[in-house]
Structure formats: structure tokens, C-alpha cells
């Protein structure tokens, strides 16, 4: 039986960074049919994700993927040891949450029906997206992945962020100024750890429509 049990909704990108994690660390993950009133019970904002541990709750989503990659610093998900590297992991995955995720999400929610299509909102996200992208191209121009010469956490973080966006709004005229970008994620996301978790990803050929949104 699992030590780590996580509550969160089916199909959230928010545990893709998780449970991948886990992946790449050999630990087992316990995740039950989601139940909301036990997530809201467990977690101190009331929210999911959330993560019981033979030691007590984690919650966001961001701290229980560092937690999770923590737990074997020989596997170096967080690194190569050294502070620097931890603090670089970290730079990236601060700047996935503060600078791409919330783009991401005002331009394909959306389109999944979790929030409804604003015009203003939509082009901004898509121009916030854009200029995110923009950063990662131009560092992984001479980078193979995000932090040194393995995944780590930062990958990790920001490829699952990009998953939903990649497969259902950014098509292919969107995604050709980012070569390099697209070549670290169609890297990360056909290794077995990513697979394990997303199963392969088929890049969106034309940018699905939310009700409302006009041709």
C-alpha cells in the first residue's frame, strides 16, 4: 500500500507535474476516485490538490511536486545537488506558475467549458502565451532541457502546463515561431515517465473554438 495518497480531480494538469514526478522517482501514489468534500476537509484553503503523507498534509500543487521530487535527490529532479541548481529548478517552475499557466488556461478553459469566452481576455492570454514562449525558445536555443542535462522538476513543471494548450488551441502556425521549444517538449513528453501519466499527445492542427468564439 502506498505511503502518498493524492486527491484531485481526473485529468488535471496540476497533477501531471506530480504524479510524473513520482514517475521518474519509483514512488507510488495512491489516487482514489476524487472526492471533493474530502479534499476540502484535508486541505487547509479548501482546495485540490492535495496530498496526505505518513507525516501530514501537503497542499498546492507546486509544493507537493517539489515534495515528491525531493524524496530521492539521487534521481536529481531538483537538481545536481547544489543550491544554485535547486534555486534554478525553482526559478523555472516559479516562472511556469507566474508567467505561462495562467495564459495557458484563460485561452483553453474556455474552450473545455471551465470559464467562459471573453474576447479581450482570450487575446491577451494569447499574446501572455506568446511572450512565455518566447523566453523558452530563446533558452533552450542552446539548451537541451531547462535547468542542466537531464529532466528535472523545471521540465517537468512547464511541460505539463503546455500539455492541454499544445493539444487544443496552439496549432501549427501558433507553435511554428518555437522550434526549440517544441522540440524539448515532443522530447519530454515521449519519454515513459511523461507517457505513464499523459499517454501520447497529439498536437492540436486546428485551434478548437469555445462557444461564443467566432471563426
Same mark, same amino acid.
Given at each position: 500500500?502506498?505511503?502518498?495518497?493524492?486527491?484531485?480531480?481526473?485529468?488535471? !494538469?496540476?497533477? !501531471?507535474?506530480?504524479?510524473?514526478?513520482?514517475?521518474?522517482?519509483?514512488?507510488?501514489? =495512491?489516487? $482514489? =476516485?476524487?472526492?471533493?468534500?474530502?479534499?476540502?476537509?484535508?486541505?487547509?484553503?479548501?482546495?485540490? $490538490?492535495?496530498?496526505?503523507?505518513?507525516?501530514?498534509?501537503?497542499?498546492?500543487? #507546486?509544493?507537493?511536486?517539489?515534495?515528491?521530487?525531493?524524496?530521492?535527490?539521487?534521481?536529481?529532479?531538483?537538481?545536481?545537488?547544489?543550491?544554485? =541548481? =535547486?534555486?534554478?529548478?525553482?526559478?523555472?517552475?516559479?516562472?511556469?506558475?507566474?508567467?505561462? +499557466?495562467?495564459?495557458?488556461?484563460?485561452?483553453?478553459?474556455?474552450?473545455?467549458?471551465?470559464?467562459?469566452?471573453?474576447?479581450?481576455?482570450?487575446? &491577451?492570454?494569447?499574446?501572455?502565451?506568446?511572450?512565455?514562449?518566447?523566453?523558452?525558445?530563446?533558452?533552450? +536555443?542552446?539548451?537541451?532541457?531547462?535547468?542542466?542535462?537531464?529532466?528535472?522538476?523545471?521540465?517537468?513543471?512547464?511541460?505539463?502546463?503546455?500539455?492541454?494548450?499544445?493539444?487544443?488551441?496552439?496549432?501549427? +502556425? !501558433?507553435?511554428? $515561431?518555437?522550434?526549440?521549444?517544441?522540440?524539448? !517538449?515532443?522530447?519530454?513528453?515521449?519519454?515513459? +515517465?511523461?507517457?505513464?501519466?499523459?499517454?501520447?499527445?497529439?498536437?492540436?492542427? &486546428?485551434?478548437? #473554438?469555445?462557444?461564443? #468564439?467566432?471563426?
Amino acid at each position: 500500500m502506498s505511503s502518498y495518497t493524492l486527491h484531485v480531480p481526473a485529468g488535471s !494538469f496540476r497533477a !501531471f507535474k506530480i504524479l510524473i514526478a513520482a514517475e521518474y522517482n519509483g514512488i507510488e501514489i =495512491e489516487l $482514489p =476516485e476524487f472526492n471533493a468534500t474530502v479534499a476540502t476537509s484535508l486541505s487547509p484553503t479548501g482546495k485540490a $490538490p492535495v496530498l496526505e503523507t505518513p507525516s501530514g498534509v501537503i497542499f498546492e500543487s #507546486q509544493s507537493i511536486a517539489r515534495f515528491i521530487a525531493r524524496l530521492r535527490r539521487d534521481k536529481g529532479l531538483s537538481g545536481n545537488g547544489s543550491i544554485v =541548481e =535547486e534555486a534554478a529548478v525553482d526559478s523555472w517552475c516559479d516562472f511556469c506558475t507566474n508567467s505561462l +499557466e495562467l495564459p495557458a488556461c484563460v485561452w483553453w478553459y474556455p474552450v473545455a467549458g471551465y470559464m467562459p469566452y471573453q474576447k479581450a481576455a482570450n487575446d &491577451k492570454a494569447r499574446a501572455d502565451l506568446a511572450n512565455a514562449l518566447s523566453t523558452l525558445n530563446t533558452h533552450l +536555443e542552446n539548451n537541451k532541457y531547462l535547468v542542466n542535462d537531464q529532466v528535472t522538476l523545471a521540465d517537468i513543471t512547464v511541460a505539463s502546463a503546455l500539455v492541454y494548450p499544445l493539444k487544443l488551441v496552439c496549432d501549427e +502556425e !501558433f507553435r511554428k $515561431p518555437y522550434g526549440h521549444v517544441m522540440r524539448w !517538449f515532443n522530447d519530454c513528453v515521449g519519454q515513459d +515517465e511523461f507517457k505513464a501519466v499523459i499517454g501520447s499527445v497529439t498536437l492540436c492542427k &486546428k485551434e478548437l #473554438q469555445a462557444p461564443g #468564439q467566432k471563426q
